[in-house]
C-alpha cells in the first residue's frame, strides 16, 4: 500500500464476537483496503476472539426479535423461550450457515484472510487479552498487542472511525 | 473483448469487488477486465469503486440476471 500524503485510512474498534456480527468489521475492512483504504482494526472484549485461529463462531435470536429467517417465502422469528433451550445455538448457527452459503455470502474465516492478505493492520487489545487470560499462542500471527492510547493515536490520523 | 474475464456470479457482497480487486492487481496497467456479477448491489458497488481507486469504467450493461462490468486498469 502507497504511503501517500493523500491515503484516506480507517479506524474500528471491534466488540462483537458472534457470527453475524463478525460480518460489518471484515466486510468493511477488506472493501475499504480494495479501495485504497488503510485500515486499523482494533479488538476488544468479545471481538478478540475473532483473532483466535480457529473460529467456531456462533449465532442465537435469544434477545433478539429483530432476527427473522426466511422459511418458504415466510420470515420467521423464534420465541425467546424456544431459543433458550439446550442445542438451539447449534441449530441456529448451522442455519445461518447454510443459508449464507446459499446466498454466496462469505465466510468470515475468508473475509479474515482477505484482511489479513491486504495489509490490514490488527491490534489486540492487551487488557482484555489479560482479562480473559488469552495468550498472542492462541491467536493468527500479525496482530500487535496494544491500549487505549494506541487506538486513540491511529483514530486521531483516520479519516473515518467506526466502533462495532 | 476484455484482456481478462472475472466470473463472479453468484457471489455476495463484498465478494466481487474484493476478487476484481485482486485480478486488477495482477494486470498490467491499461489492461481491461470484464466482471460478471449476479449480485445487484454490484452496479452501485463498481461505480464507487472506480471513482474512489481511479480505475475506469469502460463499459457497463445487464440483461437482468448478469451485470456485466469492464474496468480499466488505471488506478
Not at chain 1, 482494533?42 to 432476527?67: R, S
Amino acid at each position: 500500500m502507497s504511503a501517500e500524503a493523500n491515503t484516506k485510512s480507517m479506524s474500528m474498534i471491534v466488540t462483537k464476537g458472534t457470527l453475524d456480527w463478525a460480518y460489518p468489521p471484515f466486510i468493511l475492512a477488506t472493501t475499504a483496503a480494495a479501495m485504497g483504504v488503510e485500515v486499523n482494526m482494533f479488538f476488544t472484549f468479545y471481538g478478540l476472539g475473532l483473532l483466535k485461529k480457529d473460529l467456531d463462531l456462533k449465532v442465537n435470536t435469544l434477545g433478539n426479535p429483530a432476527m427473522e429467517m426466511p422459511m418458504g417465502g415466510h420470515h420467521v422469528a423464534m420465541p425467546n423461550l424456544l431459543a433458550a433451550m439446550p442445542g438451539m445455538t447449534g441449530i441456529t448457527t448451522s442455519m445461518m450457515k447454510d443459508l449464507m452459503k446459499k446466498k454466496g455470502v462469505a465466510s468470515v474465516e475468508e473475509l479474515r484472510e482477505l484482511a489479513i492478505e491486504a495489509e490490514v493492520n490488527m491490534v489486540a487489545c492487551q487488557m482484555t487479552m489479560d482479562l480473559f487470560e488469552y495468550s498472542l499462542d492462541d491467536m493468527i500471527e500479525g496482530p500487535q498487542l496494544g491500549g487505549a492510547a494506541t487506538f486513540i493515536e491511529m483514530a486521531t490520523k483516520s479519516d473515518i472511525n467506526l466502533y462495532i | 473483448m476484455a484482456d481478462q474475464v472475472l466470473d463472479a456470479k453468484g457471489l455476495n457482497c463484498p465478494l466481487p469487488i474484493l476478487k476484481a480487486k485482486k485480478a486488477l492487481n495482477a494486470m498490467p496497467t491499461g489492461s481491461t477486465l470484464e466482471i460478471q456479477a449476479t449480485d445487484p448491489g454490484s452496479v452501485k458497488d463498481f461505480e464507487a469503486f472506480c471513482r474512489a481507486t481511479g480505475n475506469e469504467m469502460v463499459e457497463q450493461n445487464n440483461d437482468g440476471k448478469v451485470f456485466n462490468f469492464v474496468i480499466r486498469h488505471t488506478g
